[in-house]
């Protein structure tokens, strides 16, 4: 749960929707992990909906991402005075992460670009919230559960035998599509799937990479789909996630990159 010490970071963080009418109210916590905390909030009218999740991150959110170079390298990243910079460049990245005014436009970045991926894949018909807006270090979108009764990720549910292969190929059709769109997940596994009414939804961008501006993230693609594989294994299905991670790749992208 979110403690006391929290609350002026949260009203902070949450005020400038109120101030654009996003939002009227803070209803209840829906999820807290390491990097952020997200809030079931009362939509405003003009949204058009009834609810709306706020995903508030923490401060120092990416201080325990371990290997953030191949996910650094694949994006445009922030300088001190705010001006774009590509992820490759790696020396000027260095030293921007040398101060704190440096970090935080690093950590800007990241958020910037996850909210980014979202809209991205969500115009392009992906299993993923729809993203209503991004202000600092939060990000508005669509809130998936009922009141009091937020989605539970995958790993925290029973389904059905008949769910199976659908939900599989729900999320191999979320994979490819990201992927034509130029984005793979780079973390996905049950944690960061939802699960509501026979529906999956497919969440948390932070660490997802560009594939056209690094050819070394296949190993993220095969990673993503060999977790999706090993989850659905305990209801008795066996896929090669090798495989349908080198086909989908050889389809969107060419030659797998070790193989050139």
Known sequence: ????????????????????????????????GKEATVFCCAAHPSTGVEYLAAKIYRPRMFRSLRNDAIYRYSRIQRDEQGQAEHGNSRRGSAATRKTEKGRAAQVASWIEYEYQTQRLLHEHGANVPRPFAQIGNSVLMAYVGGLGEPAPRLSDVIIEQHEVEPLFERLMNNIKLA???????????????????????????????????????????????????QYFEQYGTHYNARDIARQMWVEQMGPIPEEI
């Open 179 to 229: 992927l034509i769109h130029g984005r793979i997940h780079g973390d996905l596994s049950e944690y960061n799937i939802l699960y509501w009414e026979g529906e999956i939804t497919v969440i948390d961008f932070a660490q997802a990479v560009d594939p056209y501006h690094n050819s070394d993230v296949f190993s993220l693609l095969t990673r993503d789909i060999e977790r999706v594989c």
């Open 1 to 32: 749960m979110t403690s006391r010490r929290d609350a002026p970071w949260i009203l902070s963080s949450l005020t400038p929707f109120y101030d654009q009418q996003l939002i009227t109210d803070v209803l209840h916590e829906a999820h807290s």
